[in-house]
């Protein structure tokens, strides 16, 4: 049983989408941990994406991601981190397979609506980011 972190980006909240995708997890039988409305300050957004800050895409990244409040979870369950990033699918909405959330919801590279933690490592790091009670 491992623990993870989801992020439902600012495109999936202004969308309404929030219950229709916790529901994709539910399904799955995944157990959602821990749950809050956040709006990413810039300092936030450096710490979550270090590992993009020198990306050409990261400015971008940056405004979208500050540019309205994200539903921050902590998701319980068996082989979490590797399932939910099958579950969200590709970096790229075009790219992602059929029936997963970035095809289904996605606009772009950029705005693909979830984000979804990488490694058990960046699960813990990001976790503590967000929740740093837990
Ligand atoms: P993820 O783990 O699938 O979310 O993808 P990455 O860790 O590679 O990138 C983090 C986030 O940066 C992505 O979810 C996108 O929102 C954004 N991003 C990544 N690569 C690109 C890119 O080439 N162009 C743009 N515009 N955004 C990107
Ligand atoms: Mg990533």
Redesign the pocket.
């Known amino acids: 049983m491992a623990n993870t972190f989801i992020m439902i980006?600012p495109d999936g909240v202004k969308r309404a989408i929030i219950g229709e995708l916790i529901s994709r997890f539910e399904e799955k039988g995944y157990r959602l941990i821990a749950a809050k409305m956040v709006t990413i300050t810039n300092e936030l957004a450096d710490q979550h994406?270090q590992?993009?800050r020198n990306?050409e895409?990261y400015p971008?990244?940056k405004e979208?991601?500050t540019s309205g409040p994200v539903f921050a979870m902590v998701w319980a369950g068996e082989d979490i981190v590797e399932q939910s990033r099958i579950l969200?699918g590709?970096?790229d909405p075009a790219q992602a397979k059929v029936g997963t959330i970035r095809a289904d919801f996605g606009t772009?590279?950029?705005?693909?609506v979830i984000?979804?933690s990488?490694s058990l490592e960046n699960a813990r790091r990001e976790i503590n980011l967000f929740f740093s009670a837990l």
């Open positions: 980006k994406y590992e993009h990306k895409y971008g990244l979208y991601i969200i590709a970096t772009d590279k950029r705005r693909n984000h979804s990488d």
